[in-house]
């Protein structure tokens, strides 16, 4: 059975960092697509950033310069490293992992962010 966990939600202060996880088990997150999204209250779903089972990485305009997408193969796990945080960044951060050749696409369940200011 496949499962994907998101961690390492907290509450921050504006300007403060934050690394979230996203671990999975059943599948090989190096073999996947893994993809993070956010979606703040009252906002639609966001993509936040995503990283190719290549390597490539991709940004919303939105995060850039300020958030890193890594993969540590090791540990089947995929961080978002947020640095400078705002209060818009506020938002539940769900990891989205779609296996290479796969039929179907996972879904953690969320990871609250929350940045006051």
């Known amino acids: 059975q496949v499962q994907v966990v998101e961690s390492g939600g907290d509450l921050v202060q504006s300007g403060g960092s934050l690394r979230l996880s996203c671990s999975a088990s059943?599948?090989?997150?190096?073999?996947?697509?893994v993809t993070w999204y956010r979606q703040g209250p009252g906002k639609r779903q966001e993509l936040v950033a995503s990283?190719?089972?290549?390597?490539?990485?991709d940004y919303a305009d939105s995060v850039k310069g300020r958030f890193t997408i890594s993969r540590d193969n090791t540990k089947n796990t995929v961080y978002l490293q947020m640095n400078s945080l705002k209060p818009e960044d506020t938002a539940v951060y769900l990891c989205?992992?779609?296996?290479?050749?796969?039929?179907?696409?996972?879904w953690g369940q969320g990871t609250q962010v929350t940045v006051s200011l």
């Open positions: 059943g599948i090989i997150l190096s073999d996947s697509a």
């Open positions: 990283i190719s089972s290549g390597g490539d990485t």
């Open positions: 989205k992992a779609d296996p290479d050749g796969g039929l179907y696409v996972y």
